[in-house]
């Protein structure tokens, strides 16, 4: 079964500083890999997916994430946090294959919240 | 926010009402999807439906029933829920079999 772990409840940083918000899988096959943000009282917002190709990948409001295999990571980054995005952020995987019939199952991670403090 | 639009937003009943819960989603996504978010727990997905045929049931009680009339629309039926059922509900769709689910803003829900 696919699993997704976020070892850190909370990640604090300064504005303008680097930031990085940690995410391992597991999955038996060949991942597809997701980040969403969830701001308060709004649903899940996606960020950024890893399908194929390039290991870095570029998604919404200048964040990135790098997909490493041999360590079954995909860690979220932002070279230069703002204030605006302490919120509540997402990793999910996906096994290649989706569901019998269509559609897609996605196993999320019990999600970091991020605060940046000025 | 985005295409997905939930109703209502919030929603008090007690353990003996029944209500509903309506999504409906403006992106012409195949797929839709009723998950369930506790505080500090996983995202919990309740119900997957494509095309309007039902293809996951997650172990959900019997007191939750979906319904999908079309690729549009995607309800809750809710009847003697527990208090350990309050949380937020979340719908979300998706284009048929791509990875990337959108999400609309969650109904609320306190049961009493």
């Known amino acids: 079964a696919q699993s997704v772990a976020q070892p850190e409840d909370q990640v604090n940083v300064a504005e303008g500083n680097p930031l990085t918000v940690k995410c391992t899988y597991s999955v038996s096959g060949n991942p597809y890999l997701f980040w969403y943000v969830q701001y308060p009282n709004r649903g899940l917002q996606f960020l950024l997916k890893?399908?194929?190709?390039?290991?870095l990948v570029k998604g919404s409001y200048g964040f990135e994430a790098e997909f490493n295999k041999s360590q079954t990571s995909f860690h979220l980054k932002k070279p230069s946090a703002l204030v605006s995005d302490s919120a509540l952020y997402f990793c999910a995987v996906r096994e290649v294959g989706g569901l019998t019939g269509g559609g897609n199952k996605l196993t999320f991670g019990t999600g970091t919240q991020l605060k940046v403090e000025l | 926010e985005t295409g997905v639009t939930q109703t209502p937003r919030h929603l008090v009943m007690g353990m003996t009402n029944k209500k509903s819960l309506k999504c409906e989603q403006h992106l012409g996504h195949n797929a839709m999807y009723w998950y369930k978010q506790s505080a500090k727990k996983p995202l919990e997905l309740m119900f997957v439906?494509?095309?309007?045929?039902?293809?996951e049931n997650n172990s959900v009680p019997s007191r939750f029933s979906p319904e999908c009339p079309n690729s549009s629309h995607l309800f809750l039926h809710l009847h003697t829920l527990q208090p350990e059922d309050s949380a937020l509900y979340l719908c979300?769709?998706?284009?048929?079999?791509?990875?990337?689910?959108?999400f609309g803003p969650g109904t609320r829900l306190t049961v009493t």
């Open positions: 979300a769709s998706s284009p048929w079999d791509r990875g990337e689910q959108y």
């Open positions: 439906y494509s095309l309007e045929e039902r293809v």
């Open positions: 890893y399908i194929t190709g390039d290991n």
